[in-house]
C-alpha cells in the first residue's frame, strides 16, 4: 500500500463528519458550475438549522442545492453568488441572493486579498496514483482558494472527467483535510438553448467577419451555439480556442474539422479554458483529452498572456445597449439576471490582439410576460441597469438587421449606426429621443 492510499484512508470520513467542522459566521466556499456536491450538500444541510451567519460563495448553480431548502428565507445562512442562474433567481424569490461585482480574471485575487474562504468544499475526480485529485472541467479560482482556506473537503465523484491542464487544476492528498466518497453522482446536464431565426441571422452577420485561423471565445447561449453550428458547417479551417467556457458547441466544430488550434500563438493545439458546462457530450470529449487544456481564470482572461495569440475573435450576448454604446449584459433595470463573467475581459482582449475582433450579439427586441414589444437598443439604459462594458471598450454590435462597427466613432455616430441596426418599428422613436439627447447632427 503507497503512502497516498494510506494518508487517503485516514482522511476518508463520512459527509456528516466533514461538515461538523463548519461553525458559526464560515465563509464556503462552494459548488460552481458543473462541480456540485450531492452527498455533501444535503449533510450540510441538516446542520444548517443550528448555525448562524454562514457565508455560502456559489457560482453558475447547475443543481438545486439542500442548503436552500434548509434555509429557504435565509435566516441562517448568507448566499453570495458570483454569476445568477434561474436556479438562484429562484432562490431571490423567497430570501436575498447577493451578488458579487466582479472582472472574472480577477477573481482569484479578490480569493487571496479580498474574501478567502474558512472552508473549501470541492467535487474532484478519483485519485491517481501520485496522489493527486483532479478538477476536472472546473479550474476557476479553485486554486487560489485551496491556497487561502484553513480546511479543505474533498467530495470524490466517480463519473467527474479527468481534464488535463493548463495549470492549478489538481489538488494533492497533503493539502486535504477530508475525504468524502460520492460514488457515481453524474454530472449535471446543462442543454443548450436552441437557437431560434433571430439567433441564426444575427450569426450570419458575425461568420462573415470570421476567417480562417482565428482564435475564438465564445459566450453561453443560443446565439453563440448558433453561430458554433454555422461554423460546424462551414468551410473554415485552422481555428483555434482560447475561452473562459467550454461549451458542446465547441465540440461540435472539433469534430466537424474546424479547431486545430495550429494557427495560435501560444497552447498551439490545444483549446485553453477555465470551465466547461453543458452535456455529456462535453464531459466525455473532455475526458483525458490532450486537446483541452484547463486553466485558472486568471490565466484564460488575462489579457497580457490572451493577447499572445493573433485574431482573437469574441463573441458574447448582452441584454440591452444604449445609443452612446453602453452595454448592460447583468440586469433588468435593478433586477439582477446573471453576471458580468468575463465578458469585459474578452471585450478588451480581442480587440487587443493582433488582428482580433469583438462582437457583441443582441437580438433587436424582446417580448415581455404581458405579450408587449421592447426594443433592446435603447436612448438610454433602463433606470439602474449595470453598466458591464462601457461604451469606449464595444467594438462590432450585431443585431438581425446588421453589424456596425462602433470604435472610434463620435456619439453621433454611434447613435446614427445603432439605430440602423434597431427593430424598424421602434426607429423613428429612437431618432426622436436621440434628438432631444442631443446626440444627432
Not at 83 to 104: C, E, G, N, S
Not at 179 to 204: S, Y
Not at 304 to 309: E, K
Amino acid at each position: 500500500m503507497s503512502n497516498w492510499v494510506k494518508e487517503y484512508q485516514s482522511k476518508l470520513v463520512s459527509p456528516e463528519k466533514a461538515v461538523s467542522v463548519v461553525k458559526n459566521g464560515d465563509w464556503i466556499q462552494y459548488s460552481f458550475a458543473a462541480n456540485t456536491l450531492p452527498v455533501l450538500d444535503p449533510a450540510l444541510a441538516k446542520r444548517i438549522p443550528d448555525l448562524h451567519d454562514i457565508v455560502i460563495v456559489n457560482g453558475i448553480s447547475t443543481r438545486p442545492h439542500a442548503v436552500y431548502k434548509a434555509d429557504p428565507t435565509g435566516v441562517h445562512s448568507i448566499w453570495n453568488s458570483t454569476h445568477l442562474t434561474a436556479i438562484d433567481r429562484m432562490y431571490a424569490k423567497t430570501r436575498k441572493v447577493f451578488y458579487t461585482p466582479l472582472k472574472y480574471s480577477e477573481a482569484p485575487r479578490y480569493v487571496r486579498e479580498n474574501s478567502a474562504p474558512d472552508i473549501l468544499m470541492i467535487q474532484v475526480a478519483p485519485m491517481d496514483k501520485h496522489g493527486y485529485f483532479n478538477m476536472g472541467p472546473t479550474i476557476t479560482h479553485y486554486r487560489a482558494a485551496a491556497d487561502m482556506a484553513k480546511t479543505i473537503i474533498v467530495e470524490v465523484n466517480e463519473d467527474m472527467p479527468y481534464a488535463q491542464g493548463g495549470y492549478g487544476n489538481n489538488l494533492h492528498i497533503s493539502e486535504i483535510t477530508y475525504i468524502v466518497e460520492g460514488g457515481h453522482t453524474g454530472m449535471p446536464q446543462i442543454a443548450n438553448e436552441e437557437p431560434e431565426e433571430v439567433d441564426r441571422k444575427i450569426a450570419e452577420f458575425v461568420l462573415r467577419d470570421i476567417r480562417d485561423g482565428d482564435c475564438l471565445q465564445l459566450g453561453i447561449g443560443a446565439m453563440p451555439n448558433a453561430l458554433g453550428q454555422m461554423i460546424a458547417q462551414s468551410d473554415l479551417k485552422d481555428l483555434g480556442v482560447h475561452t473562459e467556457m467550454l461549451c458542446d458547441s465547441i465540440v461540435d466544430m472539433v469534430e466537424a474539422g474546424r479547431i486545430t488550434g495550429m494557427k495560435k500563438q501560444i497552447d498551439q493545439g490545444r483549446m485553453a479554458y477555465t470551465f466547461a458546462a453543458g452535456s455529456q457530450k462535453l464531459y466525455d470529449f473532455i475526458d483525458n483529452n490532450p486537446q483541452c487544456a484547463g486553466y485558472p481564470v486568471d490565466y484564460t482572461n488575462d489579457r497580457v498572456i490572451a493577447c499572445r495569440n493573433d485574431n482573437v475573435v469574441s463573441i458574447n450576448n448582452a441584454i440591452e445597449i444604449d445609443l452612446t454604446g453602453q452595454v448592460c449584459s447583468e440586469s433588468k433595470g435593478t433586477h439582477m439576471i446573471s453576471g458580468a463573467g468575463g465578458q469585459l475581459d474578452f471585450v478588451d482582449i480581442a480587440y487587443n490582439s493582433k488582428g482580433g475582433r469583438s462582437f457583441m450579439c443582441i437580438a433587436s427586441t424582446y417580448t415581455d410576460s404581458n405579450g408587449k414589444v421592447h426594443s433592446r437598443i435603447n436612448p438610454v439604459l433602463t433606470l439602474g441597469a449595470v453598466v458591464t462594458d462601457t461604451r469606449s471598450t464595444i467594438q462590432y454590435v450585431a443585431t438581425e438587421y446588421g453589424m456596425v462597427n462602433l470604435k472610434g466613432q463620435s456619439t453621433w455616430q454611434r447613435a446614427e449606426r445603432l439605430i440602423s441596426i434597431a427593430h424598424p418599428d421602434f426607429r423613428d422613436e429612437l431618432i426622436r429621443e436621440a434628438k432631444k439627447l442631443d446626440l444627432l447632427r
